[in-house]
């Protein structure tokens, strides 16, 4: 277990950031919040949207603290849509079973995935092409970060990790795809705590955990 202070001093200025969550529910208020703190801006933000204006990682984008974003939608989140039209907010959207497998490919270690989604389309431009079995498909390159947040409902002592409902979609792909993965936990218990059936993501990926202060995003959709 970590103080979040000490978490503070891996956060800078123009660094790759991946943040977990769905729709705002699953993202680490705690280390989102530590992060704003930190004063860090230029950020490069992977994330499945945008949150809301006060939820998930909706408030760095409000400040105006992210400088790229690839993401599948930023609809919930106007600040999003708005810096985005000024010019002041770089997207790269991606489709969001194609964003999930980016992340998994690049916490594989693969150098990227062969899609036929958005061949001769908008997203088509520029993207390598390549031909297998006779069939044509897209080369969508793997995403990694130098840092993931992550939240679980549950940690023990050495990183196992298990999540609750919709939280799971992207936390556990983003957990093994960062350089430095950052856990804040619902609850840590001992060694052998943990049903080992539950545990989506096993301990040799995360490097750091913290207790949670509780979250922000339980009645988002509302």
């Known amino acids: 277990m970590t103080d979040i202070q000490q978490i503070q001093t ?7 950031l991946m943040v977990g969550g769905f729709g705002g ?19 490069h933000l992977i994330s499945n949207d945008t949150g809301f204006p006060d939820i998930g990682v909706g408030r760095l ?20 849509g708005k810096l985005m039209t000024e010019g002041q907010l770089q997207v790269e959207f991606s489709p969001q079973g194609t964003l999930a497998e980016r992340i998994r490919a690049g916490g ?9 989604v958005g061949l001769d389309s908008i997203i088509d431009g520029g ?3 390549v031909q297998v079995g006779g069939k044509d498909y897209l080369v969508e390159e793997a995403l990694t ?32 795809a960062g350089d430095i993965t950052i ?31 509780g979250v922000d995003w339980t009645w988002a959709w509302e």
């Not at 680490?28 to 860090?40: D, I, N, Q, T, V």
């Not at 936990?185 to 202060?213: C, M, N, Q, R, T």
């Open 10 to 16: 891996h956060f800078r200025s123009g660094m790759t």
């Open 25 to 43: 529910v699953g993202s680490p208020p705690s280390l989102l919040r530590a992060l704003l703190e930190s004063g860090a801006t230029e950020l």
């Open 61 to 80: 984008v409000r400040q105006g603290r992210i400088r790229s974003l690839v993401t599948s939608h930023i609809g919930s989140n106007p600040f999003a």
């Open 108 to 116: 594989a270690g693969l150098g990227g995935i062969l899609l036929d």
């Open 127 to 129: 993207k390598q092409r």
């Open 145 to 176: 970060a130098e840092i993931s947040l992550v939240f679980a409902k549950q940690a023990d002592a050495f990183g196992n990790l298990v999540f609750d409902k919709s939280a799971r979609n992207m936390n556990p792909l983003m957990a093994m």
């Open 183 to 213: 856990v804040e936990a619902e609850e840590i218990v001992p060694l052998g705590g943990l049903d080992p059936e539950g545990i989506a993501v096993p301990g040799i990926f995360v490097d750091y955990i913290v207790p949670s202060k």
